[in-house]
């Protein structure tokens, strides 16, 4: 099956605002883990380290460069 070009341009458009919906997710995930007072500091620095290195290889993530 085809795309047609309608719908790939469809896709295109809403796919940035799928994109900057879930990356915005992402970022109050990250502000609620950064914001807990049950961890040290230190052990929330990784613990975010490791969630970015997570999500960045999900598909909603994709760097544009321009």
Do not use: C
């Amino acid at each position: 099956m085809e795309i047609s070009k309608k719908d790939w341009k469809l896709f295109r458009e809403k796919f940035v605002r799928w994109q900057e919906n879930y990356m915005e997710r992402l970022t109050k995930e990250y502000i609620a883990l950064l914001s807990s007072n049950d961890k040290e500091a230190s052990e929330k620095f990784w613990e975010l380290e490791k969630r970015i290195k997570k999500d960045r290889k999900h598909p909603g993530v994709i760097s544009v460069t321009t």
